[in-house]
C-alpha cells in the first residue's frame, strides 16, 4: 500500500475531540506522586513502555504513542510485548507510529481492538514562522526528540483544548556538565536489570547539550502552535524541569476539585481566551456595539459548548445583543435554550458579521496596546491573540505580539511572529523595521523598537 493511502486513514481523525480536554501522559518518576485513576473518564495519549506501570490498566488509555526505534527495530523485545499486554488487560486503543516502522509493523498481527495509525516526518514541514496546521495525512514536522512531543502533535491534530502534561519531568534540562556523569534518571515503572539509570551511559554531556537544545526547540515550536490557534497547553507535571509551557496545579484538575472551584476560575484555566472575550461582549454592549457583541458572544459559547463551565451567563448576554438589534423573537429562543447555533447566521445578520468582526478586533488591538504602554504584557499579549483569532490576516496584531516577546526576552520567538507580521503585509513598515531590530538584536544589534 502506497504512503498516501496509509496516511489519508487519519483524516478521519482532525479534530476528533474538538474542543474537550486531554491528558499526555509521560513516564516521569513525578506520577507516583499523583492520583491518576479517575483519568480513565478522560481522554490520555500514553506512550512508550507506560504499559509497565501498574495503573495503566486503571487508566485504560484510549491513545498510546510509540515514538523510541527500538519498538521496530527489536520488535521481539520491545514492541509485542506492549501488544500483548494490551490484549491481556482488554485495552482497545488507537497507536500511533512513525512511518518507519510501516516496513516492520505492518507485517505483523496486532490482532483485534487495536487500530494501528502512522505518522510521516518531513523535514519541509517545519517552516518558517509559524507552522501551518498539523496534518497526518501528509508529513508533520520532524519533532520527535521526545514521545510526549509526538503525543502532544497527536493531541493537537484531534482538536483536543485544553491540553495538560503529566509525568514529563525532563530533569535533564536541570543537568549541568558536573553532575552530568553521575546524574540518574527514572521512570513511574519498575526499572529492569539491563536498563541504564544513567544518560552518561548513552551521550556525553555535549550530545546531551544538543539533545536538550533541540527538544526545548519543538515543545517551543508546538507552544507557538498553539497560542495562536488559541489552545492551552499547560504543565500539570508534579515538579520536573519543564519550563516551556505554563504550569497548572494538577490537584485543581480532578472531579472532586471541580466542585470547590467556581465556574469563572475555570474557564481562566482550561478557556482563557474565552473567558476574555466573554468580558469583552459586556463592554461592547455598554458601548451600543451590539452587532459586535453578538458576533463575539458566539464565539464564546461556541469556545464554552460542552465543556464543564455553564453557558447560561453567555446565553444572556446573546440575548440581549439579539434585543438590542430588534431580533426579539430570537432573543426569546435563546433563553428558552431553543436557538440552534448550527445556523451560522439568521437572515439579517450575515451583512453585519465583517464590520462587527472588524470592531471587535479594533477594540482589542486598541486595549492591547495601552496595557503594552501600561508595562501589563501578559494581559497584553493575551488580547492580540484574540484579535489574531478573530483576524488572522492582521498584519499590525502579529506585529504587536511579536514586540511584546521581545520584551519578554523571547527574541528567537518574536521573530518568527514579525516574520509572519512581514509575510501578510509587506508594506508595514512597523513590522520590518522591528524584524530587522531583532535580527540585530539577536547577532548583538540594539535594542528592537516598541508596536
Known amino acids: 500500500m502506497k504512503l498516501s493511502s496509509i496516511l489519508e486513514r487519519n483524516r478521519d481523525l482532525r479534530g476528533r475531540h474538538a474542543g474537550q480536554r486531554a491528558f499526555v501522559v509521560g513516564n516521569g518518576p513525578s506520577l507516583k506522586k499523583q492520583r491518576l485513576e479517575w483519568l480513565r473518564h478522560e481522554i490520555t495519549f500514553t506512550v512508550n513502555s507506560f504499559h509497565r506501570d501498574p495503573i495503566a490498566v486503571d487508566i485504560a488509555s484510549p491513545y498510546h504513542v510509540l515514538a523510541d526505534p527500538a519498538f521496530w527495530q527489536e520488535p521481539a523485545k520491545h514492541l509485542l510485548p506492549v501488544l500483548q499486554s494490551l490484549h491481556d488487560l482488554n485495552l482497545p486503543k488507537t497507536i500511533f507510529l512513525p512511518s518507519a516502522s510501516i516496513p516492520v509493523v505492518g507485517k505483523l498481527a496486532v490482532g483485534p481492538g487495536i487500530d494501528v495509525r502512522y505518522f510521516h516526518y518531513d523535514l519541509a514541514a517545519d ?45 535533564w534540562f536541570g543537568w549541568t556538565e558536573e553532575n552530568y556523569s553521575t546524574a540518574e534518571f527514572d521512570h513511574s515503572y519498575e526499572r529492569r536489570a539491563e536498563e541504564t539509570s544513567k544518560h552518561a551511559d548513552l551521550w556525553n554531556f555535549e550530545q546531551m547539550t544538543r539533545i536538550v537544545k533541540v527538544m526545548r526547540y519543538q515543545y517551543s515550536r508546538l507552544r507557538e502552535y498553539a497560542e495562536a490557534r488559541g489552545i492551552a497547553v499547560r504543565n500539570a507535571t508534579a515538579g520536573g524541569h519543564l519550563d516551556v509551557f505554563p504550569r497548572v496545579d494538577f490537584g485543581t484538575l480532578t472531579p472532586s476539585a471541580r466542585g470547590r472551584i467556581a465556574p469563572d476560575e475555570l474557564l481562566q484555566d482550561a478557556l482563557p481566551d474565552a473567558a476574555r472575550l466573554a468580558r469583552v461582549v459586556e463592554t461592547l454592549l455598554e458601548s451600543d456595539e451590539a452587532a459586535a457583541a453578538l458576533l463575539l458572544a458566539r464565539e464564546s459559547i461556541r469556545r464554552t459548548s460542552g465543556k464543564f463551565v455553564a453557558s447560561g451567563r453567555l446565553m444572556e448576554l446573546e440575548a440581549r445583543a439579539l434585543e438590542a438589534l430588534g431580533l426579539d423573537q430570537l432573543a426569546q429562543a435563546r433563553r428558552s435554550d431553543s436557538f440552534t447555533l448550527a445556523q451560522p447566521a439568521d437572515g439579517e445578520l450575515p451583512a453585519l458579521a465583517a464590520a462587527a468582526r472588524d470592531q471587535i478586533r479594533a477594540l482589542l488591538v486598541a486595549r492591547g496596546e495601552a496595557l503594552a504602554d501600561d508595562d501589563r504584557h501578559e494581559r497584553a499579549r493575551a488580547l492580540f491573540r484574540d484579535a489574531i483569532r478573530l483576524d488572522p490576516k492582521h498584519a499590525p496584531s502579529w506585529n504587536n505580539l511579536g514586540v511584546l516577546y521581545v520584551a519578554g526576552d523571547e527574541p528567537q520567538h518574536a521573530r518568527r511572529l514579525l516574520e509572519h507580521a512581514v509575510a501578510l503585509d509587506p508594506a508595514d513598515s512597523s513590522a520590518r523595521d522591528n524584524l530587522r531590530a531583532v535580527n540585530e538584536l539577536l547577532v548583538g544589534g540594539d535594542e528592537p523598537g516598541r508596536a
Do not use: K
Open 127 to 171: 517552516t518558517p514562522g509559524l507552522l501551518p496546521d498539523l496534518d497526518f495525512t501528509s508529513g508533520i514536522p520532524q519533532f520527535g526528540q521526545t514521545v510526549t512531543i509526538c503525543a502532544l502533535m497527536c493531541a493537537l491534530y484531534l482538536g483536543c483544548n485544553p491540553i495538560y502534561l503529566l509525568g514529563c519531568d525532563h530533569d
